[in-house]
Each structure stands twice: as C-alpha cells, then as structure tokens.
C-alpha cells in the first residue's frame, strides 16, 4: 500500500505538476525508504456523527434501557465531554456547522430545508479540505444533507474535500431506510434489492460496510473518515429489534432502542478494523451527535429519559436540544477522564486540523481542543456560546417545552454559568429586542432549566441580549481560504479564453514557496500571463494567476471539460496542496433560425432545486419539449420551470434579433403558498438588460421584449425576493429568440 509520502507525490502528477519544485515531503519519496518518527506520523481521524442521538441515549451518559456497550467502553478508555453542544437544534445546521466551523450566526446553513434544501458554498471550507491538503485520504460515508441532489455542484461531497462519498446527498432522501439508490461519488447506485418497495437491503448496512472498506484500503495512510448513520433518525425501521423484541413497548419504540443500540454495534466494528489492522494506537475517534433526542414517528424519549437531566428535545434551544454526547477515543494518545469544557461541534475543524498538522481558517467560530485530548496543556475557551433557530416543523413535547413557541424565531447563549434563551413573535431578527421574550437560567444551580431568574438578573439579560447580536451576521463574509478557480469568458474551439486561479492563505500564519499550475485536458494550450509563485505568502495575502487557455478547433461543442487550479505552499507544520476544479463547456453551435430556447441547448444551468424543467415533471427529471406553464389559469406551452437562485445560459453567438418571453411565479408555486416572492433578470454577455420588480404569484407574469443584436451569451437570472426560498418556483413562458 502506498505511504503517505508516496500519495503526496503521486497527486502531484496527477494535478499536472511535475514541472513545479517539489515539496520536501515529496522529494522524499524517491529517498531511500526510512523509518517514519513519532513526530512525522499523523493519525488517523474517524468523526463518526449519530442522528437525533439524545443526551441521555448511551449508556455512559445514564441510560438504562438501551444497551449501549461498545460506545461505553469507549467512553470509559477515553474522554467523555459532558458539555458538548450541537451548533443547532436540528440536523441541516448543525451539520453545517460541524464541517465548517461556523456558528449558526454566521454558517451558510442555518435552517433545515423548508423546500428547496441548504446548500454549502465555494467558500465554505470544510475540515475535508483542511486535512486533504495535507495529504489525507477523506470519506464522507452516510448522510451528507445538502443539496441540490446533483453530482456535479459546489456544494456536492467531492466540491468540498471528500474525495469519496457513498450515501444520501439529499436531506429528504436520508429519511428513506430502504432507498431504491444510493450516490456514490457523482452517480447514483441503484440498489436493486429495494426495487418498487422491496426492503432487501438495509441502509445502514450498506454504509457500514463502505466505511470499514475505507479503513481497510487506507490503513497504511493518513485518513479522515466522516461516517454519518442515519440511525436513530425516525422513522424506526430496523430489520430485526433484537433484544427488545420481548419488551412490552410499542413496535416504534422498541425500532428506536434498536437503531441505538445498532449504532453502537457500527462504533464497536469500526474500533474493532482498527485494532484488527494495527491501527487503532495512531487513530483518533470522536463519537458524537447532530442535536437532542427526536419524538417523530410514535417514539417516546420520555420512555427512554432520553434527554437525561435536562429539559428539551430536538428543536428545543433548551439544553436537552443541543446538549450531545461526545467521545474522544485514541489507546495511548487520549487518556481516560471527563471533561466539562463547554465544547461546541464547531470545535472539530480546528481541533482535526491541529491534529493532521493542517493550517485552519482564522475566521471561524471553533477553537481547538487537540491541547484537552492529549492532556498537554489546558485547551482555550470560549467566551461563550450561540444558537440561532429557525424550524417550522412542529413536534408536541418540543412545542410544549417552547410554550406553544416552537415555530418562533428563537436564539440563545451560554456564558460561564449563565444560558439565556429568547424567542420572536415574527420572523425577523432584526426585531427590536424589547419585542423579543427572554428567558434566563443558572446551569450551575438548575441544570434543568426549571427557574427563569431573568427579572432579578436584569444586568446579566442585557449582557447576553448583548453577546446574541453581536453574534449574528445577516451575510458572513468569509475570508478567501485555499485555492479558488474562476473561468472569465465562453470556451469557443480554437478561441481562447482567460482562468483566473488564487492561492489565499486564509490562515495565522506565512506560507512559504506558493505556486499555482493550470492542468486543462488533452490537447488545450495553456500559458500563464502572470507570475504563478509567491514566497512568501503572507497570513491573509492571495496568490492570483491568470492563463490565457486555448481549446483545440476540433474540441466538441456542448461538452463539459474539467479545468483544475492546484496550488501548494510549504506551511509551518509541512507541504499544504489545495485544488479547484471548474468545468467550462464549449458552447452548443449559436441558433440559426428562430427557436424556442427550451428546444437549444444551454451552456450551463444551475438551479436551487432540481434540474431546470423542460418537461411536466416539477424539477425531477430533465427531458423534451418546453413544459406548459400556468400564469392565472391561462396554460402557455414552451416553458422553462426553475426554482430560485437560477442561471440559465444560452450561446447566441451574436446571431439572434429578439428574445421574447413571460416571466412570473407560476401557479404549480402559488397553488402551494402565497409566500414565494423572486427576481428575474435578463443579462447578455455580463451586462443586464432588463430585470423586474418583485415577482408573486398575485402580481402575474412579466413580459419580456429585448433586442440582443450583438449578444453572445444570454443568461436567464432568477433570485429569490424576500429572503426565504421555499415556494419560489418560477417560470420563464413562450422563452424565444429571433434570429435576423
């Protein structure tokens, strides 16, 4: 099997690099082979994240019902946290947070999907990109959770540093136990066994087994590994209910116990690979959970005192909702204890990247917590906690503990011993604060969160209130981080066209000997306009490069071609390689008689949810002629159905007269809700050319007449108009040019 010496240089071929100097790290690789000392091996890193795991769900946290042992041998070996917080009360966000970094006051994800699914972004850096620049294999097995349900995207797995994926993209389908596919990488992978309705073959199952092959093919290299069952998510669907089968519980709750109690099995497997391939000793496991204890599907946490001693359920901000389990577990590196450091999940980027020896972004909300896990010195502290809320489902305990409140607008703090929890009567976080109801709690008394002592400790409210705004951000700008890729113009056969690539070093710390290459396919001539090295590179500077890149005349039109930025650096702790892939495509052939633009092919179309409609199938399959589209009960056939934020390209090539159309919300979205509310604009090459006000399903369709002589591409723009996606389902009717 390959070392990790060898894969770094390795990649660097497979990057097109070689004509760049070699990293020490790789220049090593052709030495004679020697022993790898104690300071150079970097450990394995297995993050392994339950769904809807409850505080008091495990054994080692006071459960007595379920069997968990596997997970409390782990627990009594290593360090048990028993404060450690999900960034948020249900899955979307925090899961977001726990990859990036971010609290939900400043993470791109900050709601679970009302509609269309939340969605990472170019500049979201996750812990996956943090470590794979440092040479580490990564996996994501399990539930990703953002979508679109697309492979080829920014915010798939493989867009964001895992360089394998098996399991579910999408939020929705992660809730299917028996799916009849699951994604691996880009595609989908039937699974047959689960054909029309058949339950042959279990999910979990199935990522087990990917995970433990994962272990096995890069046990003799650094690798982080990100597994995320599904269990014990609702609903309870389990193949048998084992040891709870006598119990006199109903069926539901006896499916829970054993989606437990499986989970726990999946942690004694993984552990048990990693003793069995010698590896456990220079491996790191956190165990963990993404919020507080769910009640959908018949279960009774209740049953289970599955929240333990504290109040609150999944998508409560009390402490049952966000308060988790967390493990960490490494024979010989992490010595056995307890640990009440208030630990947010934000904590597991830095604390991955201290530990793999990889520079972090400064601009995230974690701290690491690599010095707590090796007991070398007292890990940093936060100044406190923050929680952001945003749910519109309704579950009745969790609405009850929220007194009737669980749809508000709600965020909290913790600072030391103090928790403020407050809700919105609308939603708007801009509301004045007098306008918010606070609640205030002393953990180190009432643990529960039973008293609200907020009216005899008014200065202590006014503090927090203070710490909940200066929290939020309404748009986080993030500070560039790695490598980024940008394509400037149309790729036509023969003519060139500029890429733009930059190497941010988004870290504390001055890089050394930066260089950035363009690799293009086959064929393309590529040739750098500006200097591709910088040394150094200092912290919060970029290293920017321009190639001017030229497709063969031959190259076909209408395909899709990767181009690849990589850049490496010599960081403080060794060799760092970052890479960005955009794909351009060569233009379809320009119209040369009238037509309807759902009858040419686009050059790109990227939408918020599914792919752009083009027949009657409501954003599920891509096929045929233009679908009818309903304005205010009158059908126009020819049209094109997206869903905001959409771009919609088209290659005129200069050729075409007018483009007519109608724009407007369409009736399949206003028959859902009156809510949905877009923005449609017309732009050609950059430029706009026409744009609407405000678009609602009451306010009707908008014409659209524009000349574009000239124009060589057109994009068709829909954004969404007041600050929520769901419902903006939007259609461009009777699209069409006109060709001189």
């Not at 028993?82 to 400043?106: I, K, Q």
């Not at 309704?394 to 503990?401: D, E, K, Y």
């Not at 293009?520 to 290293?543: E, I, K, M």
Request: with cysteine; aromatic share 8%; proline share 8%.
């Amino acid at each position: 099997m390959p070392t990790r010496r060898h894969f770094l240089a390795g990649s660097a071929a497979a990057v097109g690099l070689t004509a760049l100097p070699a990293a020490p790290e790789a220049r090593a690789a052709a030495d004679e082979p020697r022993a790898e000392t104690a300071a150079e091996a970097s450990p394995n890193l297995v993050v392994i994240l339950a769904d809807d795991l409850g505080y008091g769900d495990l054994g080692a946290y006071g459960q007595k019902l379920i069997t968990t042992p596997r997970i409390d041998r782990l627990a009594a070996e290593g360090l048990r946290f028993t404060d450690a917080y999900s960034t948020a009360a249900v899955c979307a966000p925090s899961r977001c947070s726990l990859l990036t970094g971010l609290h939900t006051g400043h993470s791109a994800v900050r709601a679970n999907p009302n509609g269309a699914p939340g969605a990472l972004k170019a500049g979201d850096t996750t812990f996956a990109e943090v470590l794979r620049a440092r040479g580490y294999r990564t996996a994501v097995i399990g539930k990703w959770g953002f979508g679109p349900e697309e492979g080829d995207q920014p915010s798939h797995p493989n867009a964001r540093g895992f360089e394998e994926f098996y399991g579910y993209i999408d939020h929705g389908h992660a809730h299917e136990y028996y799916p009849q596919y699951l994604w691996h990488n880009g595609a989908k992978e039937a699974i047959a066994a689960n054909a029309n309705g058949a339950k042959g073959a279990y999910a979990p199952q199935l990522i087990e087994q990917r995970a433990l092959d994962f272990i096995g093919a890069h046990a003799a290299e650094p690798f982080l590994l990100f597994l995320t069952p599904t269990v014990p998510h609702a609903p309870s669907d389990i193949p048998d209910v084992g040891a709870y089968a006598s119990r006199t519980w109903t069926q539901q709750n006896k499916g829970h116990a054993a989606q437990i109690t499986s989970f726990d099995t999946l942690v004694g497997k993984v552990t048990d690979r990693l003793r069995a391939l010698g590896i456990a000793e220079n491996t790191v496991v956190l165990v963990t959970s993404d919020n507080g204890p769910h009640e959908e599907g018949g279960v009774n946490p209740d049953l289970f005192d599955a929240n333990g001693p504290l109040r609150g359920y999944k998508r409560n901000l009390y402490e049952g909702g966000i308060r988790v389990p967390l493990i960490a577990w490494s024979p010989g590196r992490i010595g056995a204890g307890t640990s009440d450091r208030p630990t947010p999940l934000t904590d597991v980027l830095p604390t991955l990247a201290e530990l793999g020896g990889a520079p972090a972004p400064t601009d995230i909300d974690g701290l690491s917590a690599a010095p707590l896990l090796a007991a070398s010195a007292p890990a940093a502290r936060h100044n406190h906690l923050y929680w952001y809320r945003d749910e519109r489902g309704v579950t009745s305990r969790a609405n009850t503990q929220d007194g009737g409140r669980a749809t508000w607008l709600a965020e909290a703090v913790r600072k030391d011993r103090w928790k403020a929890v407050r809700f919105a009567p609308v939603r708007d976080h801009a509301l004045p604060d007098a306008q918010w109801q606070v609640e205030l709690y002393d953990l180190a008394s009432d643990l529960g969160e039973q008293r609200n002592v907020a009216d005899a400790n008014p200065s202590v409210v006014t503090g927090l209130v203070a710490l909940m705004r200066s929290s939020w951000a309404d748009a986080y700008v993030r500070k560039p981080f790695g490598v980024r890729a940008q394509v400037q113009d149309p790729a036509l056969p023969g003519q060139p066209f500029t890429v733009t690539g930059t190497l941010a070093n988004g870290s504390g710390r001055p890089w050394g000997r930066a260089l950035l290459a363009l690799q293009a396919p086959a064929g393309w001539q590529v040739q750098a306009t500006t200097p591709a090295g910088r040394d150094p590179l200092p912290a919060g500077a970029a290293l920017a490069v321009t190639w001017r890149v030229t497709p063969p005349a031959t190259a076909a039109p209408g395909t899709r071609w990767p181009l690849t930025v990589s850049g490496t650096a010599e960081a403080t702790s060794g060799p760092v390689r970052y890479s960005a892939t955009e794909r351009i495509v060569t233009v379809p052939p320009a119209p040369t008689a009238d037509a309807y633009l759902s009858d040419l092919a686009w050059v790109s179309a990227a939408n918020g949810w599914g792919p752009v409609e083009r027949d009657r199938s409501n954003g599920r399959k891509e096929a045929g002629d233009g679908t009818p589209i309903s304005f205010g009960g009158v059908t126009y056939p020819k049209g094109l159905g997206v869903h905001a934020p959409s771009e919609i390209v088209y290659h005129l090539g200069g050729s075409a007269d007018r483009f007519t159309a109608l724009v407007g919300m369409d009736d399949f979205s206003t028959d859902q809700s009156a809510t949905g509310a877009t923005k449609a604009s017309v732009r050609g090459d950059g430029k706009v050319l026409f744009t609407t006000g405000k678009l609602t399903g009451a306010g009707g369709p908008v014409p659209v007449d524009l000349d574009v002589r000239g124009v060589k591409l057109l994009h068709l723009v829909v954004e969404d108009a007041n600050a929520s996606t769901a419902f903006d389902h939007t259609s461009w009717a009777l699209a069409r040019v006109t060709v001189r």
